[in-house]
């Protein structure tokens, strides 16, 4: 299941990331369609680059992923309940570990993309809604097509779009980590998880893409 879920990473998360050109931020369907766009044309460009130096893999994540995606959100999720448990500093060094945890697992995914064709749901930019949902097929020939959505919510200050989760043939990654980190730290404690996370950090990244 875990391989198979890296492999859906790799295909996928490349899809919200920043393309060369400002994305519209108060559209999620542009976000999503203009963001996977552009950073499967900057992966393919630099592959050469990438194969030399794996780890420049993390290097284009948080160049291109973060600015678009709600870390401190998905973070705060995963902390749960016992968020009123702890200090502010605490909740910034797991969220930092969190991050770069996130970074080093969606660089190893990224890693694995192999030039598939993407298929992005086009909907009515949403009125109202606090939170969205955007379907993208990837296509890849001799294979299955791998059904996928993006969670993306408002900032209700600027009205821009993040994405906060994404699941794959049912499978929430987000959910996934909340019951992996989020039982480890009512267990273990905050701390622990956080280091835990930042010698798991610590490893290279790999590339076995073409």
Excluded: C
């Amino acid at each position: 299941m875990l391989n198979w879920f890296k492999r859906t990473l790799a295909i996928l998360l490349v899809m919200v990331a920043i393309p060369a050109f400002a994305i519209n931020m108060h559209d999620p369907y542009a976000l999503v369609k203009d963001a996977a766009t552009n950073t499967f044309s900057r992966l393919e460009h630099e592959t050469d680059k990438v194969k030399t130096d794996p780890n420049y893999l993390r290097t284009i994540v948080r160049e291109e992923l973060l600015p678009y995606v709600d870390n401190r959100f998905a973070a705060y999720k995963v902390i749960g309940k016992e968020l009123r448990n702890t200090t502010p500093e605490q909740r910034d060094r797991f969220v930092n570990a969190f991050t770069d945890y996130i970074v080093a697992t969606y660089a190893d995914a990224l890693g694995k993309y192999n030039k598939q064709t993407i298929q992005v749901e086009q909907g009515a930019m949403p009125a109202d809604q606090k939170e969205v949902s955007v379907k993208v097929d990837v296509v890849e020939s001799g294979k299955p097509d791998i059904n996928v959505i993006f969670q993306l919510r408002k900032n209700s200050k600027t009205g821009e779009w993040r994405v906060f989760d994404m699941v794959a043939e049912g499978i929430s990654l987000l959910a996934s980590k909340q019951s992996e980190l989020g039982g480890a730290i009512r267990q273990k404690g905050i701390d622990s998880v956080s280091q835990m996370l930042e010698e798991h950090n610590k490893k290279p990244a790999t590339f076995v893409g073409s």
